[in-house]
C-alpha cells in the first residue's frame, strides 16, 4: 500500500526540520503513536502504535530506524513491528522530503509504503488499508497543523 | 436381476444424518493432533526458527520445521521436484507451512504456534504471471529439476534461469499465410482468475508409523500417488506404505495428484505418534487453487463466417510450486481449439512459477479458461459479422469422425445435435417464461481427458454369492462406488444388492492410476468386465469338473449358474468344489493401454463435450446477472446412474457460475486477501437458475461399457462464456475479464451507453 501528500508550507525547511527531530510533537500527529521514546538521536527510535481495526485491537511495539537524512532536506526511515494477538506484521518505509519553494517557504512531501503480513491481511486487508488511509488523512491534517504553529 | 430398483443415492441417507466416515472420525489409537504455522510473507530467506518455547507448553509433543527434513529426500514433485515437505531455508507464497505442532489436541497445536517466532528476511516476490516472465522478475526457484513419467507421461519444458516450468507449442498448417488471406481477424485477450477448490471438506490426513511400515488415511484422489510419492521422500518400499481412502468431501482436483500428505507424514515422523491434521477452509485455500489465465486468441475468417485460422497463446500464473500446472498450460492450449474445423492453427502455452498458493488440477483442468477465451471469441466474430451465433457455429462444426488435430483421436461426438437440443430446450424454456426479459448466450466446450489408461480392481465372489468389488477409485462424492457396483453386478448378472464396494486401501486394493479426469467409471468399468470374464471362467471350470458338463454351456444367473434349465447356486457349486461349506473366488481385472486390442492408447480416450446454453436478466442499476434458465446438453455415451449422472453435471454447471459471477482469489502486496469463507464468495441457492435442463444424450459411442464416455466435468466448460455472450448480446457489453461481478457488469453497460 502506498500513500504520499505534498503540501506547501509557510515557513522555511530549517523551521520544519526542527519539528520533524522533536519527537513528542512528531508522535502527536501521528494517530494511535503512544510510549515514543528516541533511543540514538536520528538513528533508533521506538514507539507502540494502537489502533483498533474493525473488531480487533491492534498493539504494535515497533523499532523506527533512520536510514539516511540529510538536515533539512531529507530523512528516510524504516518501522518494523508485530502484533503478538492477531500475529500481523506491520512495516513502513517513510520518505519525508522538504524542500525551498520561493520566498520564505517549503514543499513537504511524504511517501509511505505500508506492508502488512500475516493474519489481519488475510482477514481483513480492505479494512487495514481504509484505516491506513485514514490515519494518512489525519497524519496530514495533524502535521499542517504543527507546521502553522511554527 | 432383482426387481428392486436400486437407490440412486444408497449413501446419501448416512451422509444427511451424519452416519457417513470422513477421515476427521476416524481415530487411531494413541493419535494426536497437528498444527502448520504458515508464511506470512509472499517470498522470503527463513533467517531461524526458535520452537523452544512452544515445546515448553504441556500437552506439545513435538514441533517439525525444515531443519527436521534434512534427512529426508526432502523434495518432491509430478512434473518438477520443486516443494519441501516443509519450507527449509525459505518461503515462496503467503501460507507455505513453515513450521508444524503435534499436540495433545488441536487447541493446544493451536496456542503453540503463537509460542513459535520465525526470523525473516523478506525477498522481492511477483504475484502475477505476466510480470513474473520479465528478465527483472525475481526468480521463484533458482533450478528446474524434472521427473518423467512420473506421474502422467511426459515431462515438463522449463526455461532455465527464468520463472517458465512449462512450454508447450504445436502448429498445423500456415496459420501466418491463412491470416493475410482472411476477409477479418479478430484477436483478443481474455483473463480467467484464480478460483479455489472450495470442498465442503477441507483437506484432512492421518498418518501413523506403525512396526509394519506407514498408513496414511487421506482425503487424496490419487492413493497410488501418495503411497509413490511417500515412497520417496521416506525411502520406504511401496509394500511398506498403506494409504486408505474413506468417503472424501468433494475433491475437484484439490485433492488430487499429492497434496498436505508428506506434510501429515513427516509430522507424524518426528512426533512418532499417529498424527492427524485437518485444515480450516481458509487453510485449504492456502494449498491450492485453479491456475489462473491470460488467453490471446487470434482468428481469421471469411465474411461468411468460415474459420480459416486461429492461434492461441495461453500464460497461466503456476503459483509458488509446479504440481500438475504443466498439465494444465498444455491442456488449456488444447481446449482452446474448440469444437470446429481450423485448417490452420497454432497453440503456444506456458505457465509461470508466481509467490501464489500453488496452482493445481481442477475440474476440467484448463478448460474453464480456454474455453472462456475461444467462445467468447466466437460470439464477437458473429456479432461483427452480422451473423447468428449459432450459425457461425454450425457453419464451422467438426462431425462425428473429424479431426479436432490430425494427431488426436477425431472428435467422437455430434456437437450439432447438442447445440440443437439445447436451442430446443431454451426456446421452450424461454416460451413458459415470456414475462421477464432475457438474454440468450449460448457456447459449446470439448475437452480431451488426460486419461492414463491404467487401472485395475478385484472381484471376490464369496461362498454366499456375495460380491466384494475391491479397487482404489475413491468416492470423492461422484457416486463412483455405486456406479462400479452397478457395473459389477451387470457384469456378473447379480442383483445390485449382493455387492459391495470397499473402501479404498492400497494394501488390499491393486493399482489404479488415480480419480479424476472424468476416468473412474469408464476405466474401472473396464477393468470389472475383465475380472468378471475371469470369474466367469473360473465358474465355468469348476462346474465342468464337479457338475462334469461343458464349460461353455455355463451361464451366470441370479445367485448362482444355469445350465439349460439347470440351476446351482454359487454356494452349491462351491461347496462340492472346495469340499468345504466356505470358499471365494478372486478374480483381477486389468487396464493397459494395450487392452482392447490397443484401441485405449490413442489420445485423448474419448472427448468430453458439452452445449451450454443460458437465459440471463441484468439488473442495469446494479449490474448484477441473474441467470434464469440453463440448458446442459452433453453425449455421455451411456449413462450408469441417472440421478448421479445429472447431479454431476448440475454441479459442474453450478460451479462453472461460481467463476462466472463472483468467485476470484485476489492478491495485493502479495497477500492473499480474500481467502476466507467470509470474503470468497461461491454461489449459493440464489445463484442456482429457477430452471435448469440437463440432456444427456446416450449415444452409446464411447470406450466405456455399453459404450460409455466419462463425465462429470464437462458441463463447467460453456457457462462462463455462454453468460458473457447473453450479456454482450442484451447490453452490447463485451467483458473479457471474470468473474462478471456486478460492478464490471455495471460499468460495461454504463460504457456501452454512453459510447
Redesign the interface.
Known amino acids: 500500500?502506498d500513500f504520499s501528500f505534498e503540501a506547501v508550507l509557510p515557513t522555511t525547511p530549517d523551521r520544519i526540520w526542527t519539528l520533524m527531530i522533536d519527537i513528542e510533537r512528531m508522535a502527536a500527529c501521528i494517530p494511535g503513536c503512544d510510549k515514543i521514546e528516541e533511543q540514538e538521536k536520528l538513528k533508533l527510535y521506538s514507539a507502540v502504535m494502537k489502533q483498533k481495526i474493525g473488531p480487533f485491537k491492534l498493539e504494535v511495539p515497533a523499532q523506527i530506524n533512520v536510514e539516511s537524512y540529510e538536515e533539512p532536506s531529507f530523512v528516510n526511515a524504516a518501522a518494523a513491528g508485530k502484533d503478538?494477538f492477531t500475529?500481523?506484521?506491520l512495516t513502513v518505509r517513510l520518505k519525508v522530503n522538504v524542500a525551498p519553494e520561493g520566498d520564505g517557504a517549503s514543499k513537504f512531501s511524504v511517501n509511505a509504503q505500508l506492508?502488512?503480513?500475516?493474519?489481519l491481511?488475510?482477514?481483513g486487508?480492505?479494512v487495514i488499508k481504509k484505516k491506513a488511509e485514514e490515519n494518512f488523512v489525519e497524519f496530514e491534517r495533524r502535521i499542517k497543523e504543527q507546521l502553522a504553529q511554527v | 436381476m432383482s426387481s428392486r430398483a436400486p437407490s440412486p443415492h444408497p449413501d446419501h441417507v448416512d451422509k444427511v444424518t451424519g452416519r457417513t466416515e470422513y477421515i476427521t472420525d476416524v481415530e487411531v489409537p494413541g493419535m494426536v493432533h497437528g498444527k502448520i504455522l504458515r508464511s506470512?510473507?509472499p517470498h522470503a530467506v527463513i533467517k531461524g526458527i526458535d520452537a523452544s518455547a512452544a515445546l515448553e507448553m504441556p500437552g506439545v509433543i513435538a514441533v517439525l520445521t525444515g531443519a527436521d527434513v534434512a534427512a529426508l529426500n526432502n523434495h518432491w514433485g509430478l512434473y518438477l521436484k520443486d516443494r519441501p515437505v516443509i519450507a527449509i531455508d525459505r518461503v515462496r507464497y503467503?501460507g507455505e507451512p513453515v513450521a508444524m505442532v503435534a499436540a495433545a489436541d488441536e487447541r493446544i497445536a493451536e496456542e503453540a504456534l503463537?509460542a513459535i517466532s520465525v526470523d525473516y528476511e523478506p525477498l522481492p516476490f511477483v504475484t502475477d504471471a505476466t510480470e513474473a516472465i520479465e528478465a527483472s522478475a525475481p526468480l521463484v526457484h533458482e533450478t528446474h529439476d524434472t521427473v518423467k513419467d512420473f506421474y502422467f507421461k511426459g515431462e515438463a519444458k522449463p526455461v532455465a534461469g527464468t520463472n517458465i516450468f512449462q512450454r508447450y507449442n504445436y502448429e498445423h498448417g500456415d496459420v501466418e499465410k491463412a491470416f493475410a488471406q482472411a476477409d477479418r481477424c479478430f484477436e483478443a485477450k481474455y483473463e480467467f482468475p484464480m478460483i479455489f477448490h472450495y470442498a465442503m471438506e477441507p483437506h484432512c490426513v492421518i498418518a501413523s508409523f506403525q512396526s509394519d511400515g506407514l498408513t496414511l488415511w487421506s482425503c487424496g484422489q490419487s492413493p497410488t500417488a501418495i503411497q509413490k510419492v511417500l515412497s520417496r521422500v521416506f525411502g520406504m518400499p511401496l509394500a511398506r506404505i498403506r494409504i486408505i481412502s474413506p468417503n472424501v468431501g468433494g475433491g475437484f482436483g484439490g485433492k488430487a495428484s499429492v497434496k498436505i500428505d508428506p506434510l501429515v507424514a513427516a509430522l507424524a515422523w518426528k512426533a512418532r505418534r499417529p498424527v492427524r491434521v485437518c485444515l480450516s477452509v481458509?487453510e485449504s485455500m492456502l494449498t491450492a487453487r485453479r491456475l489462473s489465465a491470460s488467453i490471446r486468441v487470434k482468428t481469421g475468417v471469411r465474411n461468411d463466417g468460415t474459420i480459416l485460422a486461429k492461434s492461441v497463446s495461453v500464460l497461466m500464473n503456476g503459483g509458488a510450486y509446479a504440481d500438475t500446472g504443466p498439465a494444465v498450460a498444455v491442456k488449456a492450449a488444447n481446449r482452446a481449439i474448440g469444437p470446429y474445423r481450423i485448417p490452420n492453427l497454432k497453440l503456444e502455452s506456458m505457465a509461470a512459477y508466481t509467490n501464489t498458493v500453488p496452482g493445481a488440477a481442477f475440474r476440467s483442468i484448463g478448460g474453464p479458461q480456454a474455453v472462456w477465451a475461444s467462445e467468447s471469441q466466437m460470439d464477437e466474430i458473429a456479432e461483427a459479422l452480422r451473423l447468428d451465433p449459432l450459425e457461425i457455429r454450425n457453419r464451422n462444426l467438426l462431425r462425428r469422425g473429424e479431426h479436432v488435430r490430425p494427431d488426436l483421436r477425431p472428435i467422437d461426438v455430434e456437437m450439432g445435435e447438442a447445440m440443437d437440443i439445447a436451442t430446443r430446450e431454451m426456446t421452450q424454456l424461454r416460451a413458459s417464461d415470456s414475462g421477464s426479459k432475457t438474454h440468450r448466450g449460448t457456447a459449446l466446450g470439448i475437452s480431451d481427458p488426460g486419461i492414463m489408461a491404467v487401472s485395475s480392481v478385484l472381484l471376490r465372489l464369496k461362498i454366499d454369492g456375495s460380491v466384494a468389488v475391491v479397487s482404489n477409485s475413491v468416492e470423492i462424492g461422484q457416486g463412483v462406488r455405486e456406479v462400479l457396483r452397478r457395473l459389477t453386478a451387470e457384469q456378473l448378472k447379480q442383483p445390485v444388492d449382493v455387492v459391495e464396494v470397499l473402501t479404498p486401501d492400497t494394501a488390499i486394493a491393486p493399482f489404479d492410476w488415480g480419480t479424476g479426469a472424468s476416468r473412474s467409471s469408464l476405466m474401472m468399468g473396464l477393468a470389472i468386465a475383465d475380472a468378471a470374464a475371469d470369474i466367469r471362467r473360473q465358474i465355468a471350470d469348476i462346474a465342468a469338473i464337479v457338475l462334469e458338463v461343458d464349460p461353455q454351456s455355463v451361464e451366470l444367473c441370479e445367485g448362482g449358474i444355469a445350465i439349460g434349465n439347470r440351476k446351482k447356486t454359487f454356494g452349491e457349486l462351491l461347496h462340492a468344489y472346495f469340499g468345504i461349506d466356505s470358499g471365494e473366488l478372486v478374480s483381477i481385472g486389468r487396464v493397459s493401454p494395450y487392452s482392447n486390442a490397443g484401441k485405449l492408447a490413442q489420445a485423448p480416450l474419448f472427448w468430453e463435450t458439452a452445449a451450454g446454453q443460458c437465459a440471463v436478466a441484468v439488473d442495469e442499476d446494479t449490474g448484477e446477472i441473474s441467470v434464469r434458465h440453463y440448458v446442459s446438453v452433453a453425449d455421455v455415451g451411456r449413462v450408469v446412474n441417472r440421478a448421479a449422472a445429472e447431479g454431476q453435471d448440475e454441479g459442474a454447471t453450478v460451479m462453472g457460475l461460481g467463476h462466472t459471477l463472483s468467485e476470484e482469489l485476489v492478491y495485493?502486496?502479495?497477500?492473499?486477501?480474500?481467502?476466507?469463507m467470509i470474503d470468497y464468495h461461491v454461489p449459493t441457492i440464489d445463484e442456482v437458475p429457477e430452471n435448469f435442463v440437463t440432456v444427456l444424450i446416450e449415444s452409446g459411442t464411447g470406450p466405456g461399457l455399453g459404450g460409455m464416455r466419462g463425465m462429470g466435468e464437462g458441463a463447467i466448460l460453456p457457462v462462463a462464456p455462454a453468460v458473457a455472450n447473453a450479456l454482450a448480446a442484451g447490453y452490447g457489453a463485451r467483458i473479457r475479464e471474470l468473474p462478471l461481478t456486478p460492478e464490471r457488469v455495471w460499468r460495461a453497460i454504463r460504457d456501452r451507453k454512453e459510447r
Open positions: 500500500m503478538k500475529g500481523t506484521t506492508a502488512v503480513a500475516g493474519r491481511a488475510s482477514l486487508y480492505s | 506470512p510473507h503467503v503463537e481458509s495485493q502486496d502479495g497477500q492473499p486477501i480474500n481467502a476466507t
